[in-house]
């Protein structure tokens, strides 16, 4: 993984959980709480729930009024995935984070085709590094 792609993904004023759920034993739920507990502006994306954590859900990232400046992290299955960074480059977001279990294949093949997305992909859960990123933003 770039530390460099990790350091701007964290630098964003804003975040978006792509598969985030209610349940709290899902990583969806578990990355959203994350981004709440260091203060940082996130929201939580699923097509069915209003409001997770108390935060108002969109729908989809197509409800997202300022790409350029919000990263998404994806914790959905890999056919999601794919269809989400397909989305993401569309609407003209840059950095994405794939958290494990949520790439195959197709998703890497993808992602290795794409000069003007920035994706850390095949690497550490931001669970395990987002602490020693926030420590690099002070």
Avoid at 18 to 31: E, M
Wanted: aromatic letters at 8%; proline letters at 7%; charged letters at 20%.
């Amino acid at each position: 993984m770039s530390n460099t792609i990790a350091q701007r993904f964290i630098s964003n004023p804003y975040f978006i959980v792509v598969g985030a759920s209610s349940n709290r034993q899902k990583f969806g739920n578990r990355i959203l709480r994350w981004y709440q507990s260091h203060n940082l502006q996130v929201t939580p994306v699923h097509p069915k729930e209003e409001e997770i954590e108390g935060l108002k859900a969109a729908k989809s990232i197509r409800e997202i009024n300022n790409p350029a400046d919000t990263s998404i992290s994806i914790i959905t299955p890999p056919k999601v995935t794919l269809n989400v960074l397909q989305e993401a480059k569309e609407l003209g977001f840059k950095y994405i984070w794939i958290q494990p279990g949520a790439e195959d294949h197709d998703v890497a093949e993808y992602v290795k085709n794409q000069s003007d997305l920035h994706v850390i992909l095949g690497g550490p859960c931001l669970l395990v590094q987002g602490p020693s990123l926030m420590k690099s933003q002070l």
